[in-house]
């Protein structure tokens, strides 16, 4: 798209310190929020079981700080690239992501830890 129809976001210093400081951002916060698993001692990987409800470092403010670090990241990328084509696929890869994926791991989370997991969903939002 962006060859058959070229967008800006401004001119090219602006678009590297937004976009620049967005993708450290991101990649610092899903950082963060890693590390705050494997400290935690459970697994990262969606498809291994949890051994642990993490609920500390970036936890405490978002239920998915991983998500929304990709989510600060690709926008951070986008406006490097120079693209809006690219943030605007952003949208349905959010929507993707919250009913493909995080859907399926809340009922998953809701089963394996019950009302400690319903707590912390009704005290955390599930992105910011």
Excluded: C
Excluded at 85 to 97: D, E, S
């Amino acid at each position: 798209m962006d060859v058959v129809w070229p967008t800006s976001f401004g001119p090219l210093r602006t678009r590297l310190v937004v976009g620049g400081a967005l993708l450290a951002a991101g990649l610092i916060l899903a950082g963060w929020a890693a590390s705050t698993f494997f400290r935690a001692g459970t697994h990262i990987e969606v498809y291994r079981p949890a051994t642990a409800l993490v609920t500390k470092g970036p936890y405490r403010f978002s239920r998915n700080p991983i998500y929304v670090g990709m989510a600060v990241g690709h926008v951070g990328a986008a406006i490097l690239a120079n693209s809006i084509w690219a943030l605007l696929m952003l949208l349905p890869a959010l929507a993707l992501i919250r009913y493909g994926v995080i859907a399926r791991e809340e009922e998953y989370l809701e089963r394996r830890f019950g009302e400690a997991y319903q707590r912390y969903m009704n005290t955390v939002r599930r992105w910011l």
